[in-house]
């Protein structure tokens, strides 16, 4: 059981590391690439529980994860960016550094909270458990500090990877039904969202957020 | 039986997404979507009769369930969307923007999923179900809300659809971890979010996880409800949504997410006290309440005026849950039946207002009462409505609020939450009288004044039944006063 403690610990590590490395790199068809790792990388934390906690079931829902985090999510970010290449700088608010030092902030505090839920039980998964939390604040990050459409469709994503994550490490998953229909509403979203990028893009030229000043008080 | 009679509310909208899908929007099938929102109403007085007299029923493993809050939430519902709906033909036929064959096909068919999502939403006896519903409604109006294809509609859709996504995807981690916390209670997969089983298996859930899990729920499903810190997408939305999506949005849309929170906080409440939902709703309730009427002062468009109208609404409504005795929820419960009656009938006639002046900024409507008499009495009634002037039901149902919160010891919750309303009523009371009884237009411009008793009999007839129904139950509540008592008990 041991080494399946540790490859769960190394599929977590390499998780947090692609997101720390979506903040880092500025290039949106870069962060895409970390977006497929991360997918892989969850793909993998659902693999070795279900190796672990012998629910055949976890494995279907792995290849599903996969499919969906790895595969077809990162192309429609990836497509939307060929459309146009003036999109790709991510614009941040704060610099890189600033982002880097807030992540390892995030990281401590996601350790500090979650106290109450490794209690709960003493496996690899719930100590793991503080890493997804950690992806949840870092996606919040990307979102309130980047300005670009695209960049903020990327935070989406890595918040949805970070709650992913909790439900696995958590509980095993929630059910099979609700799951799915998580992962087609999360789905949806992307591709609503993609679309209005679209219509955007046609209507103010750039899908940078600061052009939207049309509607305030 | 039962089972069609829980399936009618979520299969009716269904069947005519398939109408406008096969036939396209036309004269006859412009009101497909007014009967299935007729028979959602019509499921809703059945199911709420069946509940009182015979309690709860479920359907499809527990998947489907109504109580007395479901049975209420759908009645207001099926309501409202009959209004919506039924003044839906003539505001795409003269609001003009993008009223081609194509656009007002996607618009029925958006509109009929958006309402079977809301009933599916309030009909979910498993939290997750409820959840996938929420999210679901997200997805279809981001569409609606950028129906009119501006600049604006677009950069509204866009906030609506990135802020509510978020915010829905907070609950869903509050989700998993109330799911981890009842799995370790000894909860099967199946029944770990059954509302019910929760309830019922409360006392064994760890407290520490469920007081996170319900932070993140209350967020989350308060972003989805107006409530601050989330709130940025709703006047943004409900001023750029087409009127009748507008009314949709804010009369049931978000009683439906807030509906959510009172359920969740049921069994927050048995498993770590009324005190932690109590400061988080007050907070949530008491900031909105502060940034509507902060922000209604120097409003200059109508329509947004009636969005931080809808804010400062739920603000109160969430003061209420947070006294939470069962005088409070029955008084917020009235409140949302009230709210969202009279809200719907202020948008709607906020798209007829539209249709004749071709703009929603506040300073260029004036003189009103004098050009077209029966809009604004109609804009007029539902204002005061709103206002909460008797015999409208508002004015029962604030009173009952304010005697909740000193019955309870809140009185400096209440005292402010009074001073903020009163500050939201004068701005809305001084922009309303502006637009009705202002001087008139310096030029009379030809377009406006050419058709002034626009308001056909069969545009007026909903609204002013709608109107009726909020001062009816203002006067007596008797028709819903028991499952109103029994839907405060589920919600308590």
């Known amino acids: 059981m041991s080494t399946d403690a540790d490859l769960l610990d190394l599929a977590a590590g390499l998780f947090l590391l692609a997101a720390v490395a979506i903040l880092w790199r500025r290039d949106v ?35 599903g994860i996969g499919l969906l985090r790895a595969v077809v999510l990162p192309a429609l970010v990836r497509r939307a960016i060929e459309a146009r290449s003036e999109d790709r700088e991510t614009a941040p608010l704060i610099n890189i550094g600033a982002s880097l030092l807030a992540a390892a902030a995030l990281v401590l505090l996601a350790y500090a909270v979650t106290q109450p839920l490794v209690r709960l039980e003493a496996t690899a998964a719930a100590r793991a458990l503080p890493v997804g939390f950690a992806v949840v604040l870092i996606g919040l990050l990307v979102l309130v500090t980047r300005r670009k459409a695209l960049s903020q469709i990327v935070g989406f994503l890595l918040l949805d990877n970070g709650i992913t994550a909790v439900a696995f490490l958590a509980a095993a998953g929630v059910p099979i039904l609700v799951e799915l229909g998580v992962s087609f509403d999360l789905l949806l979203a992307v591709l609503v969202l993609r679309v209005l990028t679209a219509r955007l893009r046609a209507a103010f030229g750039s899908v940078d957020l600061d052009e939207m000043r049309e509607l305030h008080d | 039986m039962n089972s069609m009679l829980l399936l009618t509310p979520i299969a009716a909208p269904l069947l005519a997404v398939l109408v406008y899908a096969g036939a396209g929007w036309r004269r006859a099938t412009a009101h497909a979507g007014t009967a299935a929102a007729v028979l959602i109403l019509a499921a809703g007085i059945t199911l709420a009769v069946r509940v009182t007299r015979h309690g709860p029923l479920d359907t499809a493993g527990g998947w489907l369930r109504a109580d007395p809050l479901a049975a209420f939430m759908l009645l207001g519902i099926g309501t409202i969307a009959t209004i919506a709906c039924a003044a839906s033909p003539s505001y795409l036929a003269t609001a003009g923007h993008g009223a081609t064959s194509g656009s007002s096909r996607r618009y029925g068919l958006l509109v009929q999923c958006f309402l079977a999502a809301m009933s599916t939403a309030v009909l979910a006896g498993n939290l997750g179900l409820a959840w996938i519903a929420i999210e679901a409604t997200t997805i279809v109006t981001a569409f609606l809300v950028g129906h009119a294809g501006t600049r604006a509609a677009l950069e509204a859709a866009w906030k609506y659809t990135v802020l509510c996504s978020v915010g829905i995807a907070l609950a869903l981690l509050g989700l998993v971890l109330l799911y981890d916390a009842a799995r370790h209670a000894g909860l099967t997969e199946a029944d770990a979010l ?23 729920l209350l967020l989350g499903f308060g972003a989805k409800a107006g409530l601050a810190p989330l709130h940025a997408w709703l006047p943004d939305a409900h001023g750029q949504a087409p009127a009748p999506v507008s009314a949709l949005m804010s009369g049931v849309l978000l009683p439906v997410a807030f509906s959510q929170i009172l359920r969740i906080k049921t069994v927050v409440d048995t498993v770590v006290g009324v005190a932690f939902t109590r400061i988080m709703l007050l907070v949530l309730g008491l900031a909105t309440l502060a940034l509507a009427a902060l922000l209604l002062v120097a409003q200059r468009d109508y329509k947004r005026m009636l969005a931080y109208s809808s804010m400062e609404h739920m603000g109160l409504i969430a003061v209420g849950a947070a006294i939470g005795t069962p005088l409070a929820i029955t008084a917020i419960l009235l409140h949302i039946a009230g709210h969202g009656l009279a809200k719907a009938v202020a948008f709607t006639a906020s798209g007829h207002l539209y249709a004749t002046e071709h703009t929603t900024r506040l300073d260029r409507v004036t003189g009103l009462a004098r050009r077209n008499p029966a809009l604004a009495a109609i804009f007029a009634a539902a204002i005061l409505a709103l206002l909460g002037f008797p015999p409208f039901s508002l004015f029962a149902s604030e009173l009952a609020l304010a005697r909740a919160g000193f019955a309870a010891h809140l009185g400096i919750a209440i005292a402010a939450a009074l001073v903020l309303t009163l500050l939201a009523f004068a701005s809305l009371a001084r922009h309303t009288a502006a637009m009705l009884l202002g001087d008139g237009p310096p030029t009379p411009s030809p377009a406006p004044t050419a058709n002034p008793a626009s308001l056909s009999l069969a545009s007026r007839t909903p609204l002013i039944l709608g109107l009726a129904t909020v001062a009816a139950l203002g006067i007596t509540a008797w028709p819903i006063n028991t499952l109103l008592h029994l839907a405060a008990q589920a919600g308590h």
């Open chain 1, 29 to 63: 068809v870069a962060q895409t690439k970390w977006l497929i790792v991360q997918g892989a990388a969850l793909t993998g934390i659902a693999v070795v529980l279900g190796a672990d906690e012998r629910h055949p079931e976890l494995y279907a829902v792995a290849a």
């Open chain 2, 194 to 216: 059954n509302l019910p089983t929760l309830a019922a298996h409360a006392r064994a859930l760890d407290p520490a996880v469920v007081r996170m899990a319900a932070a993140f």
